[in-house]
């Protein structure tokens, strides 16, 4: 249990609307680039046994700790361990928060894949329900995972920014988004190729690349029509962006999709690549569809996925937490 001493400090920090800083522990870059967004200090340690996401731009508010978190400045001000959903960073991120008695959060964005992560959801179910309490990024992911009831869990769905382009004319056409495996080279090259002059940004033949993410932004929020395609497990965060920055969005159909966008509303599905042409195609032909496309999605981001609504979760989740007593 924290001592008397440990309780009146963090109790005294903690107050409302005081300075809140996390141990974190990188891993998927868009995640980072929200994150980044909130009011916190986050301290990360590197560990070379602990995955972390590559990446030449990481936010200002993402402080490296090479000497691990015996190089923190004051332990007494640290709210608590946010980890992602990995048994790496789960293992590391239970040692620091027994370690300066803090809570341990543990973050899902992916869903299962029946037959590579029953191990993973054995592990949850049965060793952490008592040393975490996590945070699923759509109702989706805790219904794919089957959570054990008894275990605590927040829905925090990922935020965005949502663009008025009232100073950007909405001037180009097609934008290609996305970074593509060697087997996705057929699917990528249909797209890039669906109508003329298309525009491409990734770090594919055939694309240009990018440094930071509000480079990808600024290209969005001056296209009509954006391609993006995600793999089935993963969250269809581009095609997100897309819709925040008022593009009429087409993207392929998976759980993840089919959970977030509605087809023919706020979005374009296609199952096989051949279907793409057609239906970027189809949107080229009518202002009026990619119009009324682009408010939809601008408004369900909004309504579901706002930064404020972001920001705002994640503040109130670790004020709370960080006023428990915890037993180790």
């Known amino acids: 249990m924290k001592s008397s001493m440990d309780h009146v400090i963090h109790t005294a920090i903690h107050k409302e609307g005081g300075e809140l800083n996390l141990i974190y522990m990188p891993y998927d870059g868009m995640f ?5 967004t909130l009011p916190y200090k986050l301290y990360a340690p590197q560990n070379t046994s602990v995955y972390q996401w590559q990446c030449n731009n990481w936010p200002s508010n993402i402080n490296w ?5 015996k190089a923190l400045p004051n332990r007494g001000d640290i709210s608590g361990v946010v980890v992602n959903w990995r048994k790496d960073h789960a293992f590391t991120g239970e ?3 027994d370690q300066f008695h803090i809570p341990l959060i543990m973050v899902e964005h992916e869903l299962p894949d029946a037959s590579a992560n029953q191990n993973l959801r054995n592990f949850v179910n049965s060793k952490m329900p008592n040393k975490a309490v996590f945070v699923t990024t759509h109702r989706v992911v805790r219904d794919e995972w089957d959570l054990d009831d008894s275990m605590e869990a927040f829905n925090i769905p990922y935020g965005f920014v949502v663009q008025d382009n009232k100073d950007i004319l909405k001037d180009k056409e097609v934008l290609v988004v996305g970074d593509y495996s060697r087997g996705d080279s057929q ?3 249909e797209m890039l190729s669906c109508v003329p002059d298309v525009t491409g940004i990734g770090y594919n033949q055939g694309t240009k690349e990018y440094s930071t993410l509000n480079e990808i932004i600024l290209q969005m929020r001056r296209y009509k029509i954006c391609i993006t395609a995600s793999q089935p497990n993963r969250p269809p965060l581009l095609a997100m962006m897309a819709a925040a920055c008022g593009c009429a969005v087409v993207t392929n159909e998976t759980r993840w999709t ?3 966008f509605t087809e023919g509303k706020t979005a374009l599905f296609f199952d096989a690549v051949s279907e793409i ?3 970027v195609r189809t949107l080229t032909q009518s202002s009026e569809l990619v119009d009324d496309m682009s408010i939809r999605s601008r408004k369900m981001i909004f309504k579901d996925h706002s930064m404020s609504a972001f920001i705002k979760n994640w503040t109130n989740l670790i004020q709370t937490l960080s006023k428990r007593v915890y037993i180790r």
């Open 95 to 97: 040692q620091m928060a």
């Open 32 to 36: 980072e680039w929200m994150m980044s």
């Open 277 to 279: 042409k057609k239906l």
């Open 187 to 189: 699917m990528l090259e």
């Open 65 to 69: 700790m090479p000497q691990g978190v």
């Open 258 to 260: 089919k959970a977030i």
